[in-house]
């Protein structure tokens, strides 16, 4: 009888030192454990080091207070210009309150990913085309700010979304396209055209400082015969200034007479014409000449 004691209180022993040790628990440093004493939730949560969990008087969940990435799936949604397209986004959050994350919640993984999907489909919604397409950082800061907003209840907090990939119409690719090699082109014609002015600017200033010394235009037109010389060329070039040939013209046109229909004087048999003018003529065949 003794023996049947004793070996009872042996076993006994046994089962309650393997209780207490199935009854200790290790929170690694990132981990909290909520505790739940018969059914109730303990107010602080157990954590890091080892916590002592009697079962079944006491059940603890696992709580990891690591940074969390969330891949949001692609979403089809309408801009508000109706251009449809697909875009995936990431997010990244992290538990800061692990009693809220498990009392408030069923499951706060899976609620904040269909969040996700949602939240992105009502804002990317609201935005046009080219607001979704250059204005990533302002996106991504109100997709975060809705996301935090929601999530706050339940103990967890969104620290950063990033829109990933926007999948576009293939038309819409070309219309793109299109535009940015017209915008290329604008701005081509516009850098072509104040170069042209600012040319013209130092052309005109380097006339008027030519203009004070009349031999320095001289002194430019022997430089360039030297210019084209320089190269075994044959050809001969006689450099007129501009000004010799204006007045050129008023002196020929000073010549001529001033037109008028020659009057032919009638007599009984003939006709007489009247007699020509050399200076005339000569001013005819210099029109004709200015004109081929």
Request: hydrophobic residues 45%; charged residues 25%.
């Amino acid at each position: 009888m003794n023996t049947l004691i004793a070996g009872l209180a042996a076993i006994a022993t046994v089962l309650l030192f393997v209780y207490l040790l199935s009854s200790i628990k290790i929170l690694a440093e990132y981990e909290r454990g909520v505790v739940f004493r018969l059914g109730r939730v303990e107010s602080a949560p157990k954590g890091p080091g080892i916590a002592l969990v009697l079962v079944p008087l006491h059940r603890m969940v696992r709580i990891s207070l690591r940074v969390e990435a969330l891949e949001v799936p692609p979403q089809d949604l309408v801009t508000r210009d109706n251009v449809t397209v697909k875009v995936n986004a990431v997010v990244y959050f992290r538990v800061v309150e692990p009693v809220k994350a498990v009392v408030e919640v069923a499951n706060f993984l899976y609620a904040t990913t269909q969040l996700a999907q949602t939240t992105l489909r009502s804002v990317l919604g609201q935005v046009e085309l080219d607001e979704l397409l250059s204005q990533r950082d302002k996106i991504n800061f109100r997709l975060q700010e809705v996301l935090d907003h929601h999530t706050g209840p339940w103990g967890v907090k969104v620290m950063l979304v990033e829109v990933k990939q926007v999948d576009l119409p293939e038309q819409m690719i070309r219309a793109i396209a299109r535009q940015a090699e017209a915008e290329r082109e604008r701005r081509a014609k516009v850098i072509h055209a104040e170069g042209e002015f600012m040319a013209a600017e130092k052309l005109c200033m380097a006339a008027q400082q030519l203009q004070k010394e009349p031999v320095a235009i001289q002194l430019r037109y022997l430089q360039t015969l030297v210019e084209i010389g320089a190269d075994k060329n044959s050809t001969v070039v006689f450099p007129v200034p501009v000004d010799l040939m204006t007045s050129l013209t008023r002196f020929v046109d000073k010549l001529a007479p001033p037109s008028s229909t020659p009057r032919l004087r009638a007599s009984p048999n003939t006709w007489r014409r009247p007699a020509s003018n050399p200076g005339r003529s000569f001013a005819r065949a210099w029109r004709r000449i200015r004109k081929a």
